[in-house]
């Protein structure tokens, strides 16, 4: 029976084979680095033999000798790539004074960096303050995400009660007590679309022109209110409705009122700053924001929701006819006053401008 080969474990024939002279095992030639072909020869001790061999430090050594060559070839390479040694006995000469050196020969001191620990602790820090600025900007996002969450459950709660009643009112079995809970209702979604709209701010009578940056265009009006906005506080903004066709037509004879331009800020401290330099630089002109033609008047208010924006146009227009000097709007609410040290009322609905102000 043909034995196995003590390296692969194959079985190996007598005319591919070879044995160790201290422990009789059989190999194939190839396994043991022999040649294939040729006259039969012993391998003298075959690598599990070879491997059991106590060890010293000669040089002869297979160990030893493989170390002391690459030790050899390590410090030949060193000696190449280092530059020989000036003799002592030789002087450094330098140049004449009145001898320019080369360009590339200078090397100023300022080139070369004098305590990089230090510059690696300021890129540390930076790190550590972009870091802090990042995780609170995810916090705002989390927390405007959550708000808005609630919101909508609230809403479509309000408008799965709001259609019950408006199918009891299509059936005419709705009394008067249903109706002031559908007018509840309907102020309740208004009042959360409101609530969705609190870091949003309204910027009118702003010239429109092709191609303008609005983030930008934002930018520049904080600035000129005495705010700072960047780019990450900013959510979106853009102008609203359509775009008017004279807006941007040179041969157009009379411009159109330009459209809003509507801003989202990721922070509402942010609108309220905006809203505070408003009011501080009241009169704020459109001077110095790169806008062609006539510097013009623009204004900063907070963004109401449709229904809102025509009660305070009614409560405007009632203002003038009953002499009520004061009426503006805060988070969201309208707000009244007829003169200074008379106290403030609440505009919540058409009857609100009759009870407080009279008919209009």
Known sequence: MPAKCGGCGKFVSASDSTKCTKCGSVYHRTCVGLPAKGPATTIGQCPECRRNVRRDNKAETPVRGLV????????????????????????????????AAPPSAVVSHHDIPQDVGAALRLVAEELRTLKFEVLELRRDVAEIKAA??????????????????????????????????????????????????????VITNVP?????????????????????VEDRDIVCAERAGGRHIK???????????????????????QRDALLNGARVRRGA?????????????FYVNERLTRQNQQLFRQTRAAAGIHGWRFVWSRRGRILARCKPGDPIHRIASEEDIEKFMGPF
Not at 86 to 94: A, F, G, T, Y
Not at 174 to 181: H, I, K, Q, R, T
Not at 285 to 297: A, D, F, M, Q, Y
């Open 68 to 99: 002391t060559e690459l030790q050899k070839e390590e410090s030949a390479e060193v000696q190449l790539s280092t530059p020989p040694p000036l003799p002592v006995s030789s002087p450094v000469v330098s140049p004449p004074p009145d001898v």
């Open 148 to 201: 808005n969450e609630s919101c909508h459950i609230r809403m479509d709660g309000i408008e799965s009660r709001l259609e019950v009643l408006e199918k009891r009112q299509c059936e005419g079995c709705v009394s008067s007590a249903d109706l002031g809970v559908v007018e509840q209702l309907k102020r309740d979604l208004n009042d959360r679309d409101q609530e969705l709209m609190s870091n949003d701010v």
């Open 208 to 228: 429109e022109a092709l191609g303008e940056n609005t983030t930008h265009l934002l930018q520049l009006i904080g600035t000129k209110l005495g705010v700072t």
């Open 247 to 269: 807006a941007t037509s040179p041969s157009a004879s009379a411009e159109p009122r330009p459209r809003p331009i509507i801003v989202r800020l990721a922070r509402r401290d």
């Open 285 to 297: 002109t459109t001077e110095n924001l790169g806008i062609s033609g006539k510097p013009v008047r």
